[in-house]
């Protein structure tokens, strides 16, 4: 199916003070505008898919913003407003006494025909769930999957419109949303209400949601599940391995708990007495990650893949794109080329199953190493006691002050690792050795900058220590950017071992 793209643009640009809007009309690339920002006493800055434009000179005022306020819908708790029968957002940034200061003016677009390359799955029933960045096309995509299921399939549909992004401003809903009917949300923390209203009073057969983000938002989805209605939604994660570390939405896949086995058991399962395991059947079946407006990767059983994550293996998805022509291919994933923002933080997987880490920190920040998991998407947990891990991780200048956190990890037969320096770069290395990974496509740039932290890490350990401190083994030219910065709080180092395993060591003055 051919895509066609309905915008409303002159619509979008009628709320501008004149001078903004001629300036934006006479742009070349206006079909491509994503938003038009307007902060009191900068100059408007108009966005576009490949560029940025800032307005030299066109300083926003006050009168500027009460202009765009007059031209546009009420705000609601969230802060949104929208142009009546349209898809566009005006979201609005408040002082501290609640007067706008700012207005973040984004153009919303109905893409016909972008359903395709998943109609086959919204057939069968399922209960679908769409992961993915912010801006990379979900509302659009549950968009079209509501007209779909209204107008092509027959189905009783009614879209749960809490922000009025998917059916548009105003009481009557943008024609893009077919005869899917919507429930309006007058306050955002209200949303699981209007999710069992809609049930209880409607009698839908698909039930259609943006955004799950709280816990009870996840059990008013299970609730619906378990009524017999089919839910298509979106929810705050990237990837089905991001879903399954929150703790919040767990549950959407299935949740996780700790079982202690019996010595029978864990025996012939071959591994440790605790595990973890999925606690209920997903209440999607099907979770599709939007990699990309062209790209998606399908975990068509979302009940076996977490299973099986859970257990250590790494899944493959089904990898779908779209190409130039509008033709829908599946495509193996060894010959997917990845794009310079995924080869960042790419690596080799190994085929063989990896034993799944259940990782208690200690001197390591906890958010660094949830970023490192997420980073390479390793079956790895950060868990908050000692008892319910499988591996210490440890910052090698807290040793000292951990001796019975360590003698309780040697009693128990928990792997201690030790860290030299408390950063993502250094934790992520620790994960690849774990996982039998091979980390490609470093820069050196990350390199020298972790070198230097793990520099100043050692320099504060020996000012407080007084005690000599060795750093990684580093390249010449890295060795010498530690020298002069250790020289610059008075210390002594020096560069030992030999190449390629040289290093600098500190020593108290």
Known sequence: MVQQIVDDLDKFLAIFPPDIKERLE????????IEVVLDL??????????????????????????????QVGEFSGDKRAGIERTLHRISAIENRHGRIIGLTCRVGRAVLGTVDIIRDVIETGKNILLLGKPGVGKTTLLRETARVFADDLG??????????????????????????????????????????EAVENHMPEVIVIDEIGTELEAKAARTIAERGVQLIGTAH????????????????????????????????RGTQKTVLERKAPPTFQVVIEIQGRDRLAIHHDVAKTVDALLRGYIVKPEIRVRTPEGEVKKVELSSVELTSDEEKNAFVKSEKKADILRVFPYGISRNRLEKAIKNLGVPAFVVKNISESNCLLILKAHQKRAKDLLKEAEKRGITVAILRSNTVTQIERFLAEQFNLKLINERNNDGEEEALREAQEGIEYVLTHEEPYELSPQPAYIRRLQHQLIQQYGLHSESVGVEPSRKVKIFPT
């Open 41 to 70: 006493g900068r100059e408007v800055e108009a966005r576009f898919y490949k560029k940025t434009i800032i307005f030299e000179n066109r300083i926003t005022t006050e009168e500027d913003l009460n202009y765009v306020i007059s």
């Open 155 to 196: 189905k009783r549909a009614i879209i749960i419109d809490t922000s009025n992004e998917i059916g548009g401003d105003g009481d009557i809903p943008h024609p893009a949303i077919g005869r899917a009917r919507r429930m309006q949300v007058s306050d955002p923390l209200k949303q699981h209400d209007v999710m069992i």
């Open 237 to 268: 994660g990237i990837t089905l391995e991001n879903l399954l570390l929150n703790p919040t939405l767990s549950d959407l896949v299935g949740g996780i708990q700790v079982v202690t086995l019996s010595d029978e058991e864990a025996k012939r």
């Open 26 to 33: 006479k742009d070349p690339d206006i079909k491509d505008l």
